[in-house]
């Protein structure tokens, strides 16, 4: 059984265009946590949310709303793709918010946007 | 969370011990240090956390200085499956994101 999983795997669009990545983790866990990878691999959290209330949201635009409809799920919406929105993002969970507490991360989905 | 340095790269045999540096002179009392690994195209998995004492698990140990300016994940004994970039963080009180640096890119020679 996969902990934490994303879908889809891969995300080929068009500048503009509105998409949705989806995550779910099965660990029970409370908090779960968007992180970006561009490029250059730099790995930046983006969103945290802790009992389905957003916690961390980092410098990211408005076009990027996560939406949380029960603990075990954290989608990612994207409205109006741009081309620097093309990177690697990754869904993460943790059972708290302790710094003593671990993160599992999910595969990541590949967007790529033209 | 305070700022770590690690070696950009480093390259090691098949089958022997690896030591990881990572240095965090500006680390703060309640700050714990946390190792995660990621392998090529792969999340990133975590890899070990500690305080102050030393710790081990299946994977690893880390060993941190007494004054906890600095710490070493070491790799008792290294196989091709190991090759990834090791990331040095450190996590403060409160914190919830993890800050990913750099990263050390090991890279193991059969």
């Known amino acids: 059984d996969t902990a934490v999983s994303q879908t889809p795997k891969y995300l080929v669009t068009q500048m503009g265009n509105d998409k949705s990545i989806k995550c779910e983790q099965n660990?029970?866990?409370?908090?779960m946590y968007w992180y970006k990878q561009d490029s250059k691999k730099f790995l930046k959290i983006m969103f945290s949310y802790n009992n389905k209330e957003l916690i961390i949201n980092e410098t990211v635009p408005n076009r990027f709303s996560p939406k949380s409809p029960d603990k075990a799920h954290l989608n990612l919406h994207i409205n109006s793709l741009e081309l620097g929105d093309s990177a690697v993002y990754f869904c993460?969970?943790?059972?708290?918010?302790?710094?003593?507490?671990?993160?599992?991360f999910g595969p990541g989905t590949r967007l790529t946007v033209l | 969370d305070a700022k770590t340095t690690q070696p950009n790269s480093m390259e090691s045999n098949e089958e022997e011990p690896v030591h990881l540096p990572c240095n965090h002179s500006t680390i703060s009392g309640t700050d714990y240090i946390h190792w995660y690994r990621q392998l090529p195209s792969q999340g990133p998995e975590y890899v070990i956390h500690?305080?102050?004492s030393n710790v081990n698990n299946r994977m690893a140990s880390l060993a941190i200085a007494e004054d906890r300016k600095s710490s070493t994940l070491i790799l008792h004994r290294a196989t091709l499956r190991d090759a990834a970039v090791y990331y040095c963080i450190l996590r403060g009180g409160g914190a919830d994101g993890l800050t990913f640096g750099k990263g050390t890119h090991l890279i193991i020679q059969p």
């Open positions: 993460a969970s943790s059972q708290g918010r302790l710094n003593n507490n671990e993160q599992f």
């Open positions: 500690g305080l102050t």
């Open positions: 660990l029970g866990h409370d908090t």
